[in-house]
């Protein structure tokens, strides 16, 4: 059916909560948590108990149990009262700590290798009552001073564990569920008169048919079928309306219930200019919701996240977009608020042109660090005034890290504190040799340009082929 505006939403009503206050604060960081933390970089929890749609995510993504270490070089930012640790599917690159802490002067958390299988585990070892029989690294984690746990999202295993050290989560199981629930979030768009997404709801593939046939008739030469919760271009499915085939749509994405069919918006559709895709950075704390940055979303064919630039380079052109960005953030952010989310999050956003009128329509809301939060935090610490650019860099050819880093400042790119501009590599993907495969770069100058410039003159310099890449 075509989703219409409602009272009460039939997953459940949102937490009854004060209304937050909104600051924005584009361009200066938010004073973040004066907390400690144990915070658990489990890749396969941003899906809850969807376990199928997280193994389809580890699947394509290689290296993608060495994602935790990009919160390394934020952890201590955002939560300032320290000591911190964090805990990794894989040890982290030595020699970019080095850099990180060294030549950037971060400080840094300890850190403990805690893989998938031994995350399940934990809570399983935590029941122990007998101390001679937990092993050490369990007793360390129930004595270590850190009041906190936090994790990418708060699902129930991480609960189970926090309870068993004695320790609070950051935000409730169902503050995180229901703040990265799309549906959730299409709902309040529709009663708070926000533009939406032509949207149609289907339990099965072959409801889902029906929808697209609909969609079809509209006009929309594309389709987008979404699950109510997905990240990283998983839980969603981009189609084209005509032969359209059932089969298509995997079952994990009506885990949570019935999921969206909404009209893709594009050049093929009459009257239609993309004009592009930006995001507000937030964090969110007990009373108040930060708009700390904004930014344009890189985005593949797919959808997919590639990378972000701040400021959005289209917003010269357009000067009421950024009120509009803005507003609808404070909206959004508010609804995000009440379910009990906090945290960082971003708001990710479409802008389109129709019929020569500018329209901004929320995409969605993601409920935890992001690929945007690690550079926003990291380019507004170093250069609050100044613009940046990150992009993920594949290499054809694995290399070593420290060979890596001593070429790029052979090039007098790598950024140090206190330079005009150049390249911070906040985290390095690994193969199973510990060689660099991918990473995260991030590019920091005072004109947009002048960042894409940089990434383009250190990779002309060094001897390695590369290409950008996905998130």
């Not at 529709?190 to 409801?207: H, K, M, N, V, Y």
């Not at 790119?413 to 660099?436: A, H, Q, T």
Request: net charge negative; with cysteine; aromatic share 10%.
């Amino acid at each position: 059916m075509r989703v219409a505006a409602r009272n009460r939403d039939a997953l459940g009503k949102p937490a009854i909560a004060m209304a937050p206050k909104v600051k924005k604060t584009p361009g200066k960081l938010p004073p973040f948590w004066d907390r400690n933390v144990l915070f658990f970089c489990n890749l396969q929890s941003v899906f809850f108990e969807n376990q199928a749609a997280a193994d389809d995510l580890i699947q394509e993504i290689f290296g993608a149990q060495s994602y935790g270490g990009r919160v390394i070089s934020i952890l201590n930012l955002l939560f300032k009262n320290g000591p911190n640790k964090i805990l990794l599917e894989s040890a982290p690159e030595p020699h970019l700590l080095d850099y990180l802490s060294s030549d950037l002067q971060l400080s840094l958390p300890t850190f403990e290798v805690l893989d998938h299988r031994a995350y399940q585990a934990l809570h399983e070892k935590l029941k122990v009552k007998d101390p001679s029989a937990v092993d050490s690294s369990v007793e360390d984690l129930k004595n270590h001073p850190a009041e906190w746990v936090d994790g990418y999202v708060t699902d129930s295993i991480l609960v189970k564990v926090a309870a068993r050290l004695k320790k609070q989560t950051i935000t409730t199981l169902e503050g995180s569920q229901k703040g990265n629930n799309k549906y959730l979030l299409y709902l309040h768009q529709i009663e708070q008169d926000l533009p939406t997404f032509d949207t149609f709801t289907a339990s099965s593939g072959g409801e889902v048919a029906t929808c697209i046939k609909k969609l079809f008739e509209l006009g929309y030469s594309k389709a987008v079928v979404k699950a109510q919760i997905g990240a990283s271009g998983y839980g969603m499915v981009i189609t084209a309306t005509k032969g359209f085939n059932p089969e298509s749509i995997p079952d994990y994405l009506f885990h949570e219930g019935a999921c969206m069919v909404q009209g893709w918006l594009d050049h093929r559709v009459p009257e239609i200019e993309r004009i592009g895709s930006p995001s507000i950075q937030m964090f969110l704390n007990d009373d108040t919701v930060f708009l700390f940055d904004w930014t344009e979303q890189i985005l593949s064919d797919e959808s997919v996240h590639e990378g972000n630039l701040s400021p959005p380079p289209y917003i010269k052109q357009h000067r009421a977009l950024e009120e509009e960005l803005f507003r609808q953030a404070s909206i959004a952010g508010k609804w995000l608020h009440t379910q009990g989310y906090r945290g960082t999050a971003s708001t990710d956003f479409l802008v389109i042109t129709r019929k020569r009128k500018l329209e901004a329509i929320i995409c969605e809301i993601n409920a935890r660090v992001t690929g945007a939060t690690y550079p926003a935090v990291l380019a507004r610490y170093f250069k609050p005034d100044g613009c940046w650019n990150m992009r993920n860099i594949q290499f054809r050819k694995s290399l070593d890290g420290s060979q890596l880093l001593s070429a790029m400042d052979r090039t007098a790119v790598l950024y140090r504190p206190g330079d005009e501009r150049g390249i911070i590599p906040f985290n390095f993907n690994m193969d199973s040799d510990g060689k660099v495969t991918k990473g995260q770069f991030l590019s920091l100058a005072d004109e947009p340009q002048e960042c894409g410039a940089l990434l383009d003159h250190v990779w002309t310099e060094l001897p390695v082929e590369w290409g950008y890449a996905r998130d």
